[in-house]
C-alpha cells in the first residue's frame, strides 16, 4: 500500500465521516453557521444591544439606523446619524429623518441596559451599544418601541432549542416504538400501523391548535414552552418510526441477527446495536429535516397567537407584530424576523444533505 492508502485503511469510521463531510462545501458552511448560532443563544444577552424589554417610547416605529464609517469624508468608525421625529398631521404617522449634524459613534464592549444572564447573574456588558444619550437601531422598532434587532437575538434561544428538545422527543418514540414493531412484527405491528394511520391522517396544524388552545392560561412560560415541544415531538415520530419498522423488518433476517439472537441478546441489544447503526444515514437525515419542521410548527403556532406567550419571545411571537396588511406596508421591517427562520431551515436542510452523504464513507 502506499502511504495515502494506509492513511485510509488504518483511519476510523468517525475520521472517514469528518473527510468526506468537509468534502461538501455547502454542508461545511451549514454546520460552521448553525454552530455560531447555538454559541449565540448562549451569550444572547450580551450580544443584544439592549435588553429584551427595554422601551424607546420616542422612537416607536422607526426605521432601521444604516451604520456609516466616514463623515464629510472623514473616517469616523462605525457611527449612526441622530434622529428626529414628526408627526405627520395628515396621516398621523411618526416620520424620522436622520440628523446629519449628530454623528453618534457606536461604543464596543460596553456597559449599557442591564440583564440578568440566563435569569440568574446580574450585568450590564454588551457587545455594541449606542452612544451616550443616543440610539442605535439597527433593525428599527416595533409599535412599542422595542429594539427588534436584541428580540431576534433573545428569540433565537426559544425558537433553536424547541426543536432540538422536540427532536429528542420524537426520535425516541419513533426508534422505540418503530423497532419494536419492525422486530417483532405480529400483532404488534399490526397495532402500532393502525395507531400511526390515525394520527397521520388527522390535519397537522388544526390539531397542533387544539392542543394548544387546551393548555391553562394559568400555566408559566416556562410550562407553557415544554407544553408546545411535547405536542410537536407528539405527531412527528410516526414518520421515522414508520421508517425504523420498514427497515428492521428487512435487516432482522440477516445473519448477524441470527447469531446475536444464539448468543441469548436481548431485543434491545439487537435493535440498538446491530440494527439501528444499518441505517444511520437515513435517521441523520430525518433529523436534520424535521429540525426545521418544528421550528416552523413553533412560529405557526406563535404567530397564530396559539403557541408561545409573552414574555417568552421567538420568532414566531415577532412575527405576530406583521400579521395585518398596513403594518406590513408602513413597517415592513417588522418581517425581519422571517430572515434568520428561513436562513437556519435551508442550512440544517444543506447539513443533513452532507452528514446522510458521510454516515455512508464507503459508498
Not at 170 to 179: D, M, P, R, T, Y
Not at 289 to 312: D, N, V
Request: aromatic share 12%; glycine share 10%; proline share 5%.
Amino acid at each position: 500500500m502506499t502511504e495515502e492508502q494506509l492513511r485510509v485503511y488504518q483511519a476510523s469510521q468517525l475520521r472517514l465521516m469528518w473527510w468526506k463531510f468537509r468534502r461538501h462545501r455547502l454542508a461545511l458552511v451549514s454546520g460552521i453557521f448553525l454552530a455560531a448560532l447555538y454559541f449565540m443563544i448562549l451569550i444572547c444577552e450580551f450580544l443584544a444591544p439592549y435588553n429584551l424589554h427595554t422601551r424607546n417610547v420616542d422612537f416607536i416605529h422607526s426605521p432601521p439606523q444604516p451604520v456609516h464609517l466616514f463623515h464629510e469624508g472623514q473616517f469616523v468608525g462605525p457611527f449612526v446619524y441622530g434622529r428626529q421625529m414628526n408627526l405627520n398631521m395628515e396621516t398621523l404617522k411618526r416620520e424620522y429623518t436622520d440628523d446629519r449634524t449628530n454623528v453618534q459613534p457606536l461604543r464596543f464592549f460596553c456597559r449599557g441596559d442591564g440583564y440578568k444572564f440566563w435569569g440568574l447573574f446580574e450585568g450590564d456588558l454588551h457587545l455594541v451599544c449606542p452612544a451616550k444619550d443616543g440610539e442605535m437601531f439597527l433593525l428599527g422598532t416595533d409599535r412599542l418601541g422595542r429594539d427588534v434587532l436584541s428580540r431576534i437575538i433573545y428569540g433565537a434561544r426559544i425558537s433553536l432549542t424547541i426543536g432540538l428538545i422536540g427532536i429528542t422527543f420524537s426520535f425516541v418514540l419513533g426508534i422505540v416504538i418503530g423497532g419494536l414493531a419492525g422486530y417483532h412484527g405480529g400483532v404488534l405491528d399490526l397495532i402500532v400501523q393502525r395507531i400511526i394511520e390515525v394520527l397521520q391522517s388527522i390535519p397537522s396544524i388544526p390539531l397542533w391548535m387544539a392542543l394548544a388552545a387546551i393548555m391553562p392560561v394559568t400555566w408559566s412560560p416556562i410550562l407553557i414552552y415544554f407544553g408546545i415541544t411535547i405536542i410537536l415531538g407528539l405527531f412527528d415520530w410516526t414518520g421515522l418510526a414508520r421508517a425504523v419498522r420498514s427497515k428492521l423488518l428487512s435487516l432482522r433476517e440477516e445473519d448477524y441477527v441470527l447469531a446475536a439472537q444464539l448468543m441469548g441478546a436481548k431485543s434491545s441489544r439487537i435493535i440498538g446495536r446491530h440494527l439501528i447503526p444499518g441505517f444511520m444515514s437515513h435517521l441523520i437525515a430525518t433529523a436534520t429535516i424535521s429540525i426545521p419542521g418544528m421550528i416552523l410548527g413553533e412560529t405557526a403556532l406563535s404567530f397564530l397567537g396559539l403557541g408561545l406567550r409573552p414574555p417568552i419571545t421567538s420568532w414566531g411571537i415577532l412575527l405576530t407584530e406583521a400579521r395585518s396588511v398596513s403594518v406590513i406596508a408602513f413597517y415592513p421591517w417588522l418581517l425581519y424576523p422571517m430572515i434568520p427562520v428561513i436562513l437556519v431551515i435551508l442550512a440544517f436542510n444543506f447539513l443533513g444533505d452532507g452528514l446522510r452523504d458521510a454516515a455512508d464513507p464507503y459508498r
